[in-house]
């Protein structure tokens, strides 16, 4: 297989990220409009949800392009000595980045909106869609999309054109597709309204943290790459969403029922 591998329609070829992408867009929407019809849970009214809409896409594409540069900066500087123009930093974002960047626009919209309920578990199954994709769409670009990973002699190990390396970009697809369905089997069960989508946060930060060793990042800021640093963030956010603030309220309520227990006995 030669990368990239692009896609010909009507006598043109087609970039297979730019076609990935679109379908990944595509596809995510549409899955978020068949969920939204059947959902359960609270629903955002439509006209509010707009906003919300626009608060995920204007913080993904901050967040995106923000990590992008920090992950690699080195090469965007070079680029900036060598040519003095500005061209290249309009390229390039993370998943990450725009993952995280996406949730604190939506948390920013709710916060002036007034929406005090969670709404993330209706977007994580597009938003798997969605990543899984785009990572078909990484793969098929092959190197120039920085997405791969370090060169290795495993079994499954892919050429792109300067020796076999780890396909990081198919690992992605296939733990989104185990996530995503140990998602769907814990959806099965009673659960709390917005859990569903912090353990696809924490699961998917966890994830991409290890899986960036297997990368040739840069791994200036204390030993990790900035996408390691906003993927240990984004863990941590999750798992205190997910068990330390029950934890805390818990404790709380404990120390509350004792010291009324104390007050009656006196």
């Not at 970039?15 to 939204?36: D, K, N």
């Not at 900036?80 to 290249?88: G, R």
């Amino acid at each position: 297989m030669q990368f990239p591998v692009y896609f010909h329609a009507f006598g043109h070829a087609l970039h297979p990220h730019a076609v990935m992408e679109v379908l990944a867009y595509t596809g995510g929407f549409q899955l978020y409009l068949f969920l939204r019809r059947r959902w359960k849970g609270p629903v955002v009214p439509l006209e509010q949800n707009l906003w919300v809409i626009v608060g995920a896409i204007f913080g993904a594409l901050v967040g995106s392009k923000l990590l992008a540069w920090a992950e690699s900066w080195q090469d965007y500087y070079r680029f900036w000595k060598l040519t003095h123009s500005l061209i290249l930093f309009a390229g390039g974002k993370t998943i990450v980045g725009g993952l995280l960047g996406g949730w604190i626009g939506v948390e920013t919209a709710k916060k002036i909106l007034g929406i005090k309920y969670s709404t993330g578990d209706l977007y994580v199954f597009p938003l798997i869609l969605g990543m899984s994709v785009g990572r078909v769409g990484c793969f098929l670009t092959g190197l120039s999309d920085h997405t791969y990973g370090n060169y290795t002699s495993v079994p499954w190990a892919v050429d792109f054109g300067d020796g076999p390396r780890h396909p990081t970009q198919l690992y992605d697809i296939v733990f989104l597709t185990i996530l995503g369905f140990a998602l769907w089997l814990r959806m099965q069960k009673p659960y709390e309204n917005g859990r569903i989508f912090r353990l696809f946060i924490f699961g998917y930060c966890v994830y991409r943290f290890n899986v960036e060793w297997l990368k040739p990042t840069y791994k200036h800021y204390l030993g990790m790459s900035a996408i390691q640093l906003a993927c240990l963030t984004g863990a941590i956010v999750g798992g205190w969403l997910l068990y330390g603030s029950k934890s805390i309220l818990t404790w709380q309520m404990g120390r509350q029922s004792r010291f009324a227990s104390s007050r009656t006995s006196r």
